[in-house]
């Protein structure tokens, strides 16, 4: 796989954006809306080409996240929208992380989807409060940026997060009013500002951030605790998960094919 060929790139963001028109229409099955959103989280991260791709399709997923926090999706478990938020948030971080997409993640509606999440009454506290960090690393990243300042001011960022200003205050204590000093221009004196930016980049903890891990078998949906990793993973390659040495098995006959010796170059290097 090379995420720097732009037309295989391309035909894979497409092919994504196909799935996740399938949640959007509320045919996809559980584990057809974790692989989809995990995977896009993962090439965003990976591969600059593939940021460019999400933005040439104009890839939306706005509408999706909104029927797959509705009552349509009611047949959901707990973990399931748990690994689904997860990768939303850490998507919208890599997007706001990386300088070739921060701007176009902002008109694209991506901070609305962050609103949805903190909409949702079906996530957990505890979920809640993993997605708050990662929108204050994400809105602290953003407002580095005089153009996404800018772009936050036109889309009015400030009206959709301010209904869940004592959610992220909760979490991190004066948050909102640091961002309200910044989307309002100056609200407060900056001296104030930097005073309390650093106790809450202090609770910023990385140990929040971690994304579950699914088992590798299709047959599995299995999540593995995050306190608590008791997965393992292919002995040779040590690189694919797995809940069980059953479903290591099971899932041999697929992997067989693509797993590489520890060390070993991927076929063409």
């Known amino acids: 796989m090379c995420l720097t060929e732009h037309s295989f790139v391309e035909k894979l963001a497409r092919s994504l954006q196909k799935s996740v028109a399938r949640i959007e229409v509320v045919s996809a099955f559980p584990r057809e809306i974790i692989c989809t959103l995990q995977g896009i989280c993962s090439f965003a991260h990976a591969s600059k080409v593939f940021r460019q791709c999400m933005q040439a399709i104009h890839m939306n997923l706005l509408p999706a996240v909104q029927r797959l926090f509705s009552e349509d999706y009611i047949f959901l478990s707990e973990d399931d929208l748990y690994a689904s938020t997860e990768s939303l948030a850490r998507l919208i971080e890599t997007l706001a992380l990386s300088s070739d997409s921060r701007v176009w993640m902002i008109n694209a509606g991506y901070l609305q989807v962050l609103a949805e999440l903190f909409r949702s009454e079906r996530l957990t506290n505890e979920t809640k409060e993993q997605v708050v960090n990662r929108c204050a690393l994400s809105l602290l990243r953003l407002f580095e940026s005089k153009e996404c300042l800018k772009a936050m001011r036109e889309t009015d960022v400030l009206s959709l997060l301010k209904p869940y200003s004592s959610l992220l205050d909760n979490k ?98």
Request: aromatic fraction near 10%; glycine fraction near 6%.
């Open 172 to 269: 991190l204590p004066n948050f909102w009013r640091h961002v309200e000093s910044k989307l309002l221009d100056d609200a407060y004196s900056k001296i104030e500002a930097l005073a309390e930016l650093h106790p809450i980049l202090k609770s910023l903890r990385r140990a929040d951030f971690a994304i579950p891990t699914v088992c590798s078998w299709s047959g599995c949906t299995a999540l593995e605790s995050v306190s608590t990793p008791t997965f393992s993973k292919c002995g040779r390659c040590g690189v694919v998960p797995y809940c069980s040495k059953e479903h290591q098995k099971l899932h041999w006959p697929a992997h067989k094919d693509h797993c590489l010796p520890k060390g070993a170059k991927p076929f063409g290097h």
